[in-house]
């Protein structure tokens, strides 16, 4: 696709212009061939603004640019900066607030922060699949007190299941070794036990920390290790959780240092975010980039983003 672009310098210089953006979302998106979004048709005339494309199919006529149905629709945001923001946003290893943002690109707040959530749904996994191996599993909440608490307090509190309390929102992390991450804001209606089923294969050997909603793992899958932090166990030979919580203090320091407040409706974003850059971590900060220009799928409309 490109030579790889080596910092943002060079990814505002290569896409300076709408038109050399537009240009690299139709080859992207189209290979050529321009296809109307609504009806399939790759007949089409092009309207003089150079970006309109209107579909040959009589039953259906509509006009339609590349945009349509991508996170860059119905946005007066400049493709340019949008190239820029997705650079700066998964490059950045600890995220950056959408003030910050607005600064670096000239656009208002309310541009910048519209624009990080767009991003952020965009590298969202669209299709899941099942993780495998030995699959790290651990549940945290984010926006309480228990924090600040000491390791030991933490553990026992939540033995006995007291982390549930304040007005915390839960995230569940599946972290398979070797591999990935997963994170899923938790879902009161379904037990942690499903949670778990839905995320990760059966043939898996699973790990979590002595949590009673976890009990009963090892019948359904290959095996089951427990880790006793309670009990002031943390690493028994290879069965720890600590990938996991690392990542976890890692995600916490990033929506803390950076955003200080996530309403809950957004934390799966945030989660998104920080599992996105996890997951692509081997891959340097151009390729990351690259690969996410690609991903024209997924969108959020501002409708979306605000409503309650
Ligand atoms: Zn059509």
Redesign the pocket.
């Known amino acids: 696709m490109f030579n790889s672009f080596k910092n943002l310098t060079e990814v505002i210089l290569h896409f300076s212009t709408d038109k050399v953006c537009r240009e690299f979302l139709e080859a992207n998106r189209w290979n050529g061939t321009p296809t109307?979004p609504?009806?399939g048709?790759d007949k089409w005339y092009k309207l003089n603004d150079g970006k309109t494309y209107k579909?040959g199919?009589k039953e259906?006529y509509?006009k339609y640019t590349v945009t349509v149905g991508t996170i860059y629709e119905n946005t007066n945001i400049p493709l340019p900066k949008w190239f820029a923001a997705i650079y700066i946003i998964t490059a950045h290893k600890k995220g950056i607030s959408s003030i910050q943002l607005a600064k670096d690109l000239g656009v208002t707040q309310k541009s910048a922060w519209f624009m990080t959530h767009r991003i952020r749904e965009m590298v969202g996994e669209k299709h899941p699949e099942a993780l495998e191996n030995t699959v790290e599993v651990d549940e945290t909440y984010v926006g309480g007190k228990m924090k600040n608490k000491h390791k030991k307090v933490r553990a026992e509190a939540h033995a006995n299941g007291v982390s549930h309390v304040d007005n915390k929102t839960g995230v569940m992390g599946y972290l398979e070794r070797g591999a990935g991450v997963r994170l899923n804001v938790i879902d009161k209606t379904q037990s942690f036990k499903d949670m778990v089923k839905s995320n990760v294969a059966l043939e898996s050997i699973i790990i979590t920390d002595s949590l009673n909603a976890y009990t009963g793992l090892a019948k359904d899958f290959k095996d089951h290790e427990v880790i006793n932090h309670s009990e002031d166990e943390y690493v028994r030979g290879e069965w720890h959780t600590n990938t996991i919580e690392g990542f976890f203090s890692f995600l916490k320091r990033s929506i803390y240092g950076c955003y200080h407040n996530v309403s809950p409706k957004h934390l799966q974003r945030y989660c998104n975010e920080n599992s996105y850059r996890y997951n692509t971590r081997e891959l340097k900060d151009g390729q990351r980039f690259e690969i996410t220009l690609s991903n024209l799928e997924g969108r959020l409309t501002y409708k979306n983003l605000i409503s309650k």
């Open positions: 109307c609504h009806c048709c579909c199919n259906c509509k």
